[in-house]
């Protein structure tokens, strides 16, 4: 039995509909999904719906951004309080800057003679957490640019003429909030960020995991932080990243993590559930 541990819909920047992810889902034979929005747990109940007619195990998450000695991390919270008040609160203030984020953005494109507007970006993501994926699209839609990638590395890749730097909550935060909301925190991707040497505070905040199997992870990265997560005592997760079509082909399905490893999970879950423990 797999499971895929990090999916995102088009509650943020991925393209499927939750009940699309499901069927992807399905048709891999997979036993668990959850979602992990960008800042965002919206899709959460419609993937809940579609997951329980399909008789797949679904974990609420969600991916959060944050920031630590300066540098961004991203956060996945496993096993949320989709209802929690103040994660609500602070999911709500941190998708209020992503649209201000996009307004900036979309300026500097115009001081560029770049004529695309805001609302054009809003319509094409159709969510709380528009990023700079859908800045790209918009561009492409647009014919401004002639494909995403172009779209990133003429405007907005960071220190590019549109990129615009985005207020994020300290990773130490990030870990309270997700706890509070009854959730797991999981460092997302490190191979990504090369931030390990930052790892033992995070331990030390309450770091609940490390996910070592990613889309972006070599084999010897994966075993570089299985070999860290044994040495903190953390669990192990891992997913695609999926976010709709990667080259004509999903990405779910690409990683499938050891069920054992989410059976870890849900006993982490339950222990930090009791009172005592947390
Ligand atoms: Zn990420
Ligand atoms: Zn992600």
Not at 52 to 60: D, L
Not at 161 to 168: E, F, G, H, Q, R
Not at 227 to 253: E, W, Y
Request: proline content about 4%; overall charge neutral.
């Amino acid at each position: 039995m797999f499971a895929d541990l990090h999916l995102h819909s088009h509650f943020s920047d991925g393209t499927y509909a939750p009940e699309e992810i499901v069927a992807h889902g399905a048709r891999f034979g997979l036993a668990a999904l959850a979602l992990t929005d960008h800042d965002s747990v919206e899709g959460c109940a419609r993937m809940a719906v579609a997951c329980e007619a399909a008789g797949i195990e679904f974990i609420p998450g969600a991916e959060l951004t944050a920031e630590q000695a300066g540098n961004e991390l991203h956060l996945l919270g496993y096993f949320l309080d989709t209802h929690n008040t103040k994660l609500f609160a602070e999911l709500t203030k941190f998708q209020t800057v992503r649209q201000n984020r996009i307004r900036e953005m979309v300026a500097q494109l115009n001081k560029l003679n770049v004529p695309l507007s805001a609302d054009a970006v809003f319509a094409l993501a159709n969510c709380r957490s528009p990023g700079r994926p859908h800045v790209a699209r918009a561009l492409v839609n647009a014919g401004l640019c002639r494909s995403l990638d172009e779209a990133f590395e003429r405007f907005l890749k960071k220190n590019r003429p549109a990129w615009v730097p985005k207020l994020k909550m300290s990773a130490l935060d990030a870990i309270e909030l997700i706890h509070q909301a009854g959730g797991l925190a999981v460092m997302a991707h490190p191979g990504l960020n090369r931030m390990d040497e930052i790892i033992p505070e995070l331990v030390d905040a309450g770091l609940d995991g490390i996910e070592c199997f990613h889309t972006k992870h070599s084999p010897a990265t994966a075993a570089r932080y299985l070999a860290l997560a044994a040495k903190f005592q953390l669990l192990v997760t891992g997913g695609s990243d999926c976010h709709g079509l990667s080259k004509g082909k999903p990405l779910i399905g690409t990683v499938k993590l050891d069920y054992a490893y989410v059976e870890k999970l849900k006993v982490a879950r339950r222990k930090a559930a009791e009172p005592l423990n947390r």
